[in-house]
């Protein structure tokens, strides 16, 4: 869903009748609807049941990618992909699953798969989506969406069991946290995502920056207060969660800068002396690897985090995608230095990635799993949207002219892997940071619980497992 249109991009205004700032919000509000549903989406499955959320979540992708099939309208289109956006929720929700059912010999690739997915399918999305376009109606895309969000659900109602644990003892759902959260968090990714077309100085930017955080600090003291809240402060603030949140910023803004550079590398004309020329669906399948690696090192990381602890599994993670990009910088000369690059960067996020989820779950209640999780995947998106901005503005500015059009330059390209490298060693440094492994070991409920935690409860576990 992140990168179903993105073969379409550049088609998007002649298809939908539009300019091409508003057809952006074609991709900007898959964004924007991912970041709302996942926190929320994961509190309500704490609440009321991991697989009902699954299975509603799911539902709406299906009616969202039907609805993007019908139609030519971008006002309409845009609402679709809003809705296909809150399929993002998925991921935090089956983390949850996993460590409520999962055996603990299996927990661990489970959880990094899992974790990973989150690059894994827009990595491999990326071609899939190319050879589709190419070759089909562009609705034929969403159509395919609609058909695997069916084929979704069908497999989680039939395979998927429903968690036993749920967190019966908070009372109602927060839906005023929910509303201020939902709007402090658009707030501020409109300004990072719309901030360079905008202008960062201008009326709408700075107005549209204030309210982000004032409504954020609003929500601040309103969650501090409430006696059921959206998220729990409290948690969040311990070291090892806060840490590892913001972690997880620098890991998703280090992460987007490959997924931005090597289509654009690729395509480039080879007449600018860097370029390779190639289509969509070959640089498509040039990024491909990166999703690859990814998937298949889980196992790995898994052995990883478990010899070795989470945290050294993150710090180890971010280690290697700032050693791959700074690789990036002298091996950008031939196709296999492009895919050796973003291959050892997804290696490099399967490491973090699987580590992630690992050190919330060891630090929140088992009742809160999802929600915990649905904020983290929140801070991963944060930064990938901040990435999106700032190697949109570089690669925007540092061009050169080709045949009478500015695209962007080889130093622009060079720029952006070591912009990357920065973040990752960012992110080195927060994650050291994080408490050792004695605070890390992952808390796993037994298949066989069948009642829901009180209040209580929640608290004694929340005390045995703070660092």
């Not at 960012?426 to 890390?440: D, E, K, M, Q, T």
């Amino acid at each position: 869903m992140q990168t179903l249109v993105v073969p379409l991009v550049a088609d998007l205004p002649e298809l939908l009748d539009a300019s091409a700032s508003n057809t952006a919000w074609v991709v900007t509000a898959a964004l924007l609807g991912a970041a709302v549903s996942t926190p929320i989406l994961g509190r309500l499955g704490d609440m009321y049941g991991k697989k009902r959320m699954m299975l509603i979540s799911l539902g709406i992708l299906t009616i969202g990618s039907v609805l993007g099939a019908l139609t030519s309208s971008l006002l309409v289109v845009i609402a679709a992909r809003t809705l296909q956006g809150l399929s993002l929720g998925l991921v935090p929700l089956g983390i949850s699953v996993m460590r409520d059912e999962l055996p603990p010999e299996k927990l661990g690739s489970a959880l990094g798969l899992m974790s990973s997915s989150l690059g894994i399918g827009g990595a491999l999305g990326v071609p899939l989506a190319a050879v589709i376009a190419q070759q089909f109606n562009w609705h034929v895309l969403f159509w395919g969406a609609a058909g695997l969000g069916l084929l979704t659900l069908a497999l989680v109602w039939r395979v998927i069991p429903e968690s036993p644990v749920r967190d019966t003892g908070h009372g109602r759902f927060d839906f005023v946290g929910a509303a201020g959260l939902s709007i402090g968090v658009l707030a501020l990714l409109l300004v990072i995502s719309k901030g360079s077309d905008w202008g960062w100085l201008t009326g709408r930017t700075l107005g549209v920056a204030a309210v982000g955080v004032v409504v954020l600090a609003a929500w601040g003291a309103w969650e501090l207060r409430s006696p059921s809240p959206l998220v729990d402060l409290r948690i969040s603030a311990r070291r090892q969660v806060l840490m590892t949140n913001l972690t997880s910023v620098a890991i998703g803004f280090a992460m987007y800068g490959v997924s931005l550079v090597i289509p654009q590398l690729m395509q480039a004309p080879t007449g600018t002396g860097y370029g390779f020329g190639q289509s969509m669906v070959v640089a498509g399948l040039c990024f491909a690897p990166f999703g690859v690696v990814m998937m298949l090192a889980s196992p790995f990381t898994a052995r990883v985090s478990s010899a070795f602890g989470p945290k050294t599994s993150l710090m180890l993670g971010a280690l290697t995608i700032g050693v791959s990009y700074g690789l990036g910088v002298v091996l950008i000369h031939h196709i296999w230095q492009i895919i050796l690059v973003s291959s050892l960067v997804g290696l490099g996020i399967a490491l973090a990635y699987s580590a992630m989820p690992a050190l919330i779950m060891s630090a929140v209640p088992p009742t809160e799993t999802a929600a915990a999780n649905g904020l983290n995947t929140l801070m991963r998106s944060i930064g990938t949207s901040s990435s999106a901005a700032v190697v949109g503005v570089v690669l925007a500015h540092m061009t050169t002219t080709y045949q009478g059009s500015a695209v962007p330059s080889l130093a622009g390209f060079k720029t952006t892997f070591i912009i990357g490298a920065a973040a990752a060693a960012v992110a080195l440094v927060l994650a050291a940071f994080i408490p050792g492994r004695r605070a890390s070991a992952p808390v796993v409920i037994p298949p066989q619980r069948d009642t829901a935690l009180t209040s209580a409860e929640n608290t004694a576990q929340a005390d045995a497992v703070s660092p």
